[in-house]
């Protein structure tokens, strides 16, 4: 009798162990679904102090700001920062400010305006609309 009282106190205490672990978990992932979806200034990602990716000493505090130095390493790859920093700001629920603000960082890290790939875009939507309204047929006539 007295060895099972022994064995429901051992595993009952292994369940609470494993009810802990599990709030812990569960908690932690919460965090990260509810960071995914802020929006903050990523006035970081596109400083100017970026421009052709030359000044490492801003990359490296700018890295270290947002990661510590677990992901410093990584995130200080040019190909990777953009990305990084954007996601870290913006997060994924806002899609298309997520988009550009990796649109403006990565012209900014390769030597371009920050808008360059924006004014493409708004050239192109223009003459669509100007295609469309000259196309146009009156009704009624044919």
Do not use: W
């Not at 494993?18 to 990260?32: D, H, P, R």
């Amino acid at each position: 009798m007295r060895e099972l009282n022994k064995l429901k106190k051992i595993s009952n205490g292994r369940l609470n162990e494993i009810k802990l672990k599990a709030n812990s978990e569960a908690k932690a992932l919460m965090k990260v679904i509810s960071l995914q979806s802020k929006l903050t200034p990523y006035s970081e990602c596109i400083n100017p102090r970026l421009k052709n990716f030359t000044d490492k000493l801003y990359v490296k505090e700018t890295c270290y700001h947002l990661y510590g130095e677990n992901k410093e390493e990584k995130c200080k790859l040019k190909s990777e920062f953009c990305h990084m920093c954007c996601d870290y700001h913006v997060g994924s629920k806002f899609f298309v400010q997520r988009n550009l603000c990796k649109t403006q960082c990565t012209n900014l890290i390769n030597g371009r305006d920050i808008n360059e790939g924006n004014k493409k875009k708004l050239n192109k939507i223009s003459k669509n609309k100007r295609k469309v309204k000259g196309n146009k047929k009156s009704k009624g006539k044919n």
